[in-house]
């Protein structure tokens, strides 16, 4: 899978910290999210998917990794 963020969106709430604290940091100086790993382990899923539904901006989104044909259920 992979995580994208859209910095236009992002408005700094942090709820994707919250759900998903080793995908997401907080960044202190542009007061926007911060995406730690841009290709998550699928053990993160169930977390990466929390912060994508309580972003309230709308400013995340998972989508397939190219790289990973295999993960058709995401
Ligand atoms: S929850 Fe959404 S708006 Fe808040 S920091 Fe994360 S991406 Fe940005």
């Given at each position: 899978m992979r995580v994208a963020a859209d910095l236009d969106l992002?408005?700094?709430?942090a709820e994707c910290v919250e759900e998903a604290p080793t995908v997401f940091a907080y960044d202190e100086q542009t007061r926007q999210v911060d995406v730690l790993q841009e290709h998550p382990e699928e053990s993160l899923r169930d977390q990466v998917k929390a912060a994508v539904a309580y972003c309230p901006a709308m400013a995340l989104s998972l989508t397939h990794a190219l790289a990973d044909p295999t993960n058709e259920d995401d």
């Open positions: 992002c408005q700094g709430h």
